[in-house]
């Protein structure tokens, strides 16, 4: 049974930062295309930064600069470093990931709980 456990959430000030994480359990994740979205408060779901075979990523405009995507193959797991944190960044985080290896993030078939970003003036 696959499992994605994202946690490293919290509340913090505008400019701070946070790092989250995504545990994955029950399959590899060296070669699945993963996201990152977030849900804001009123918002639709957005797609926040994206890591591809090969470690190619790829960011939303509105976090390009501040934020980074990177897997630890070790402990299986997906991050996502989120540095100079706005009020707007604020939203449920969650992680998502393609079943099948050498996919292209088209299906994303697993999904965590999320885990809450907060981010205050």
């Known amino acids: 049974q696959v499992q994605l456990v994202e946690s490293g959430g919290g509340s913090v000030q505008a400019g701070g930062s946070l790092r989250l994480s995504c545990a994955a359990s029950?399959?590899?994740?060296?070669?699945?295309?993963m996201k990152w979205f977030r849900q804001g408060p009123g918002k639709e779901r957005e797609v926040v930064a994206t890591?591809?075979?090969?470690?190619?990523?790829l960011y939303a405009d509105s976090v390009r600069g501040r934020f980074t995507v990177y897997k630890d193959n070790a402990k299986n797991t997906l991050y996502l470093q989120m540095n100079n944190l706005k009020p707007e960044d604020s939203g449920m985080y969650f992680c998502?990931?393609?079943?099948?290896?050498?996919?292209?993030?088209?299906?994303?078939?697993?999904w965590g709980q999320g885990t809450q970003v907060n981010v205050s003036i």
């Open positions: 998502a990931a393609d079943a099948s290896a050498y996919a292209n993030c088209v299906d994303l078939d697993y």
């Open positions: 029950g399959y590899i994740i060296t070669n699945i295309c």
């Open positions: 890591i591809r075979l090969a470690g190619t990523t």
